[in-house]
């Protein structure tokens, strides 16, 4: 069993005012997105003004649709005890689904102003933003949040007991699962897919499919945030990943029936 390296939630104090490890890993999450985005911009013709203004409207994305994502779909009813909780971003609690939702209402101004197609924005940003996730993660790790399911043997290799569980079982470090599956890994394959010219809607299709099937997985070993679902075995994480899997499989068949190609020596005019 690993001993949980119990870190300090806030990583920098300056008197009165405190940087907690949950909004460093957002920031180096904007970060990576932005260099990564700037690299991308150089083959695709992109400015940095318009990388700039793409990570602007996703930050405010991913910070409103995340936590009113998870307020909707994990803590309705705490919302309704405290409406003022919904504010209290900093003690955690972000939905990747409903941060995905808030970026892809972000993204519509985005292209909106300068002029460009829904579909060729997402495909320029989805492989940056794994990394973000991966970040997120790391956060929730530190923060002892959205820890594992229960470990019934404590001799467990990677399992570890978490000082914010009132029961002090021993638990996967879904966390960190999840960091690997959604961020590293997802990232990789994103990357690789990405650096060659594709159909559009193809990277867009890959990020969803790889990521609700790592999300699906991961669920596996997470402590279910709302109770168990449906079957008695499906999570609410894993009912909301369904549809991007299906939907990703569909757009990356659809995508190469169509093979608009928007950079690259077969860029269609």
């Not at 990357?191 to 159909?199: A, L, T």
């Not at 609410?236 to 499989?249: A, D, E, N, T, Y």
Request: hydrophobic fraction near 50%.
């Amino acid at each position: 069993m690993l001993t949980y390296p119990n870190i300090d939630p806030v990583a920098i104090a300056l008197g009165p005012l405190q940087v907690h490890w949950y909004g460093l890993m957002y920031l180096l999450a904007f970060l990576f997105a932005w260099g990564l985005a700037s690299y991308r911009a150089k083959e695709r013709g992109w400015t940095p003004d318009m990388v700039s203004d793409l990570i602007f409207y996703g930050a405010l994305g991913v910070i409103l649709g995340g936590r009113i994502g998870y307020v909707l779909f994990y803590g309705f009813s705490q919302f309704l005890a405290d409406p003022l909780w919904l504010f209290q971003i900093w003690t955690g609690g972000m939905s990747f689904h409903g941060g995905f939702l808030g970026v892809m209402g972000a993204m519509l101004f985005w292209c909106k102003k300068y002029k460009m197609t829904w579909f060729q924005t997402l495909d320029f940003i989805a492989p940056c933003v794994p990394t973000g996730l991966m970040f997120g993660r790391i956060g929730n790790f530190i923060g002892g949040e959205l820890y594992g399911r229960q470990v019934t043997d404590p001799n467990f290799a990677l399992g570890m007991i978490f000082p914010t569980d009132p029961l002090q079982l021993v638990r996967h470090p879904s966390q960190l699962y999840q960091a690997l599956l959604e961020g590293l890994i997802l990232f990789v394959v994103l990357w690789w897919f990405s650096s060659k010219p594709r159909p559009r809607m193809a990277v867009s299709a890959v990020f969803l499919t790889g990521y609700g099937l790592a999300r699906f997985m991961a669920e596996f070993f997470r402590e279910p945030d709302n109770g168990q679902l449906f079957i008695g075995w499906m999570s609410k994480g894993q009912f909301l990943s369904l549809p991007m899997i299906l939907i990703g499989l569909w757009m990356l068949w659809y995508a190469y029936q169509k093979k608009t190609y928007d950079w690259g020596p077969q860029k269609t005019n």
